[in-house]
């Protein structure tokens, strides 16, 4: 998960789209398809997230400790 938001902040889609369609190196269409493709990877990144604290939210609740590297060492 770590590298994959990594990868997102790296890209600067939004950036990169929007210098390209003013510039003129892509058209409309492309522009509202790579954004929506940028805007779509972003949202699975965050449900993966979600997931993931979510996850840890109920490891913490089960073993009841602070953290759960606590109980791991």
């Known amino acids: 998960m770590v590298e994959y938001n ?39 990144y965050l449900e993966q997230k979600w997931g993931y604290q979510r996850t840890l939210a109920g490891l913490y609740k089960f073993f009841k400790v602070k953290r759960f590297d606590e109980y791991m060492g």
């Open 6 to 44: 990594i990868l997102l902040a790296s890209l600067n889609n939004p950036a990169f789209l929007n210098k390209a369609l003013q510039l003129g190196r892509i058209t409309v269409k492309q522009y509202f398809q790579d954004k929506s493709f940028y805007f779509y990877s972003y949202n699975r």
